[in-house]
């Protein structure tokens, strides 16, 4: 903001030393003090001020309660019905959807590979652990 260097604020320094001198020094910083405190001040208080006057313009702009919308609507619907795994610039559309549609194939043919193995897991005998250990006992018996 000032862009003042430490050799700049030395020559500051010492010119204050010797313009004001050691005495009133501490006084004149003690009062520079308080004038950047009450400009802080005054700056929160701005900011609190316009803060409040937006609040009160997005009320009476909207009187009814109505939720603005958020970002998100406000995008272009081809962006909003992107997957939630597309990456940008990874692939193009098409590639992304050719691949969703690979998956969707890979989770048909799991689904219809687990059908197959629980009906012919139902259509065979069912070997409890109680049998299984008959057979393992009676196999071992010498």
Do not use: C
């Amino acid at each position: 903001m000032l862009d003042l260097s430490w050799s700049e604020l030395l020559l500051v320094a010492v010119l204050a030393l010797l313009v004001i001198g050691p005495k009133d020094l501490p006084a004149v910083f003690k009062a520079g003090g308080k004038l950047v405190a009450k400009g802080q001040r005054l700056y929160r208080s701005i900011l609190r001020s316009m803060h409040q006057l937006e609040q009160e313009v997005t009320r009476t702009n909207n009187p009814a309660g109505v939720a603005e919308p958020s970002w998100e609507q406000l995008l272009p619907e081809e962006v909003r019905n992107l997957p939630a795994d597309y990456l940008p610039g990874s692939m193009t559309a098409e590639q992304h959807a050719e691949r969703q549609r690979l998956i969707a194939e890979a989770q048909q043919k799991h689904s219809t590979l687990q059908s197959t193995l629980a009906t012919s897991q139902a259509a065979s005998p069912a070997i409890t652990p109680a049998v299984a250990n008959q057979i393992t006992t009676e196999e071992l018996k010498p």
